[in-house]
């Protein structure tokens, strides 16, 4: 008995619903990247693995997806290597390439490789899957799309402000109602050096960006056990606390960052943005949030993270500013910032609240019933002139029953039936069909496509 055929774990098949409505997400980020001036770029599903290694940390490169060399790649390996158990310099001799991790090491690997040819400031966008080597769970997959916008070569903070504009336009084109919660990474800087432990910045940001998980008496005993003093505690306490209107919390924090070079930066950067995005007008709800601390490593002003309002899912799109993206590449100080949309969160997010317009049902907006030979010429003439006017139609290939011709529309959702028998035939003519309510009458094609596109 053959084997029940399967794919491997962490990826998934999608049915022609599911593209449809993954389209309907990529188009629309797609459209908005445009509309802000975003050009597009791809680059290969493999990178080199001198490329990769070393740029996501000791457990990112445990999670790369390494290919093997082609032909007999055995013959190179030092066997001496394999005896001792030394995989990490056997991978190496193993395999020459990888599947990207990310879009953004592939992102500043094209930007040094293309320098010349590139115009800064850069603004770039890429929609493509990529995959990690990880333990497959709910809403954790080996494969899967990001969605990335940078714009790199320039300081302006006026990136940010068109950043966050355009995750606006994302969600509200959507439906979604989402809250973009800001942060800056000179803020947290800031507050480690007045609380007199510059030094714990790394831990200070790793426990308090759980806040929202544990709680802030969860989060002081983790800074204890992180080896943080009492008095070093008892003095982010409040700054942790701070309340009130974004405006109200900008100014407690730059009284409280004061005496902080570092942090006072990070406080004029933050109201300069959100000054901007305030100017220009914004749907969704703005936070500040000083627990925020995602990509601490790799952020060096501006953080920036999207919650759903209305689902309970991790963050949806996140981002923030770089100041040396192309520095592991020999291209120094290149400031960016960019925004990466979680586009299988976002489907979940769809899925959940049910906002997916109806026609992304169907591709087929009209189907032809066959009912024999001639009918079925005639209705291949039609289908000619309803295609010509960018109405998506099919015929049914088979003159089977009627019954199973409907039952074939209605399984895909198309909405319109066009059904030529030999009465409509003798009148040059169709009987049109609405699926959903159930109205029928007599027209010709010219009535129809006009019906069909109203």
Not at 65 to 82: A, E, H, M, T, Y
Not at 130 to 143: F, H, L, M, N, S
Not at 428 to 444: H, P, V, W
């Amino acid at each position: 008995m053959a084997q029940k055929p399967a794919i491997p774990k962490g990826t998934r098949d999608f049915s022609p619903t599911e593209m449809a409505r993954r389209n309907y997400i990529f188009d629309t980020i797609r459209s908005v990247f445009a509309l802000y001036g975003f050009r597009q770029i791809e680059t290969p599903a493999m990178e080199n693995l001198s490329t990769l290694m070393g740029k996501y940390g000791e457990e990112g490169d445990k999670l790369l997806f390494k290919i093997l060399n082609s032909g007999d790649f055995l013959r190179s390996v030092d066997r001496q290597l394999v005896e001792e158990g030394d995989y990490v310099h056997v991978t190496s001799q193993l395999a020459e390439k990888g599947l990207r991790y990310d879009l953004t090491v592939p992102f500043a690997r094209y930007v040094v490789q293309h320098r010349n040819d590139i115009r800064f400031p850069f603004k770039r966008f890429q929609i493509q899957p990529v995959w990690r080597a990880d333990r497959p769970q709910k809403g954790r997959y080996r494969e899967f799309y990001q969605c990335d916008a940078d714009i790199i070569g320039s300081r302006s903070l006026l990136n940010e402000v068109e950043l966050l504009g355009l995750i606006d336009e994302v969600f509200a084109r959507l439906g979604i109602s989402v809250t973009i919660k800001l942060n800056n990474r000179k803020v947290l800087a800031g507050i480690a050096e007045i609380i007199g432990a510059p030094d714990s910045l790394i831990d200070i940001t790793v426990a308090i960006d759980k806040i929202d998980k544990i709680g802030i008496e969860k989060v002081n005993e983790e800074l204890a056990e992180r080896g943080l003093s009492a008095d070093a505690i008892a003095a982010l306490s409040p700054i942790l606390a701070i309340s009130g209107t974004v405006e109200q919390r900008l100014s407690q924090l730059q009284s409280l960052l004061a005496s902080s070079e570092i942090g006072s930066k990070g406080v004029e950067e933050l109201q300069s943005v959100i000054s901007g995005i305030n100017n220009v007008g914004l749907r969704a709800s703005l936070d500040l949030d000083v627990s925020l601390a995602r990509g601490l490593n790799y952020y060096t002003g501006t953080i920036i993270e999207v919650k759903a309002n209305d689902v309970e899912i991790g963050s949806i799109t996140g981002g923030g500013r770089y100041d040396n993206l192309t520095g592991v590449f020999g291209m120094p100080d290149v400031s960016g910032v960019g925004i990466s949309f979680g586009a299988d969160r976002i489907y979940d997010v769809l899925n959940a609240l049910d906002l997916y317009p109806a026609e992304i049902a169907s591709a087929t907006r009209l189907l032809f019933i066959n009912f024999g030979e001639k009918e079925a010429a005639f209705a291949m003439k039609c289908l000619a002139k309803v295609r010509e006017t960018d109405i998506s139609a099919e015929i049914y290939p088979d003159s089977s029953k009627m019954k199973k011709q409907m039952e074939y529309a209605n399984d895909i959702c198309v909405p319109f039936v066009a059904i030529i028998g030999e009465d409509e035939l003798s009148r040059g003519g169709m009987t049109l069909k609405n699926m959903a309510t159930g109205e029928q009458q007599f027209l010709t094609i010219e009535e129809v496509i006009k019906a069909v596109k109203e």
